[in-house]
């Protein structure tokens, strides 16, 4: 049976202030819209995750919560998991791995440079630097989330705010 993830870097946030916290950091408005215009482009082409999984922080959670309205997935039902914000691509594979199995599709909402090297560790593919708001969407053939590791997924896509916006 097959498996998909959809690895969403957060959207355009807050310039980090002297006196804030990194984790504490705010979509601007363009990350906000950025984020709508994915989730919106993602429910036209049917896209409705079983289970959604986010990092603690502000614009990780926020964007999260802007797609899932988008996908019309009930933003409540968005887990919070503090690991993935600064914890390392260990971090985004114990989360992948310890998912139950009935969800079919998980899309997991994090940070940079972690999504995107484990979008290519998942893959082997050159995913480069994902940009803000962007999306990978990762396949995996007849495995259980306990048994995904490096090079077991397949790249189909990766969207990106500024693509969408210029089609």
């Known amino acids: 049976m ?5 690895l969403v870097r957060h959207a355009k946030a807050e310039d980090r ?4 916290r990194d984790h504490d950091r705010d979509l601007v408005p ?3 819209m950025a984020a709508a ?14 289970c959604l999984i986010s990092s ?9 919560k802007v797609m899932a309205e988008q996908l ?8 919070l998991e503090p690991k993935l914000f600064d914890g390392g691509p260990k971090a985004y594979i114990a989360a992948i791995n310890g998912l139950d199995k009935n969800c079919k599709s998980v899309m997991l909402f994090g940070h940079n440079p972690d999504i995107s090297y484990f979008a290519e ?11 803000k708001g ?6 995996f053939e007849d495995l259980n989330w306990a048994e995904i590791s490096g090079r077991t997924g397949h790249l189909v896509d990766l969207i990106s705010p500024k693509k969408l916006k210029e089609s």
Do not use: C, W
């Open 30 to 32: 363009e990350g906000i």
């Open 56 to 64: 603690t922080a502000n614009r990780a959670k926020d964007t999260g």
């Open 121 to 131: 560790y998942l893959t082997h593919a050159d995913v480069g630097s994902m940009s």
């Open 134 to 139: 962007a999306v990978a969407v990762i396949e």
């Open 37 to 50: 215009r994915v989730g919106h482009h993602l429910a036209e082409l049917g896209v409705k995750p079983d």
């Open 72 to 79: 019309r997935v009930d933003p409540e039902t968005l887990v």
């Open 17 to 20: 202030a002297s006196f804030q």
């Open 2 to 6: 097959k498996k998909t993830l959809y």
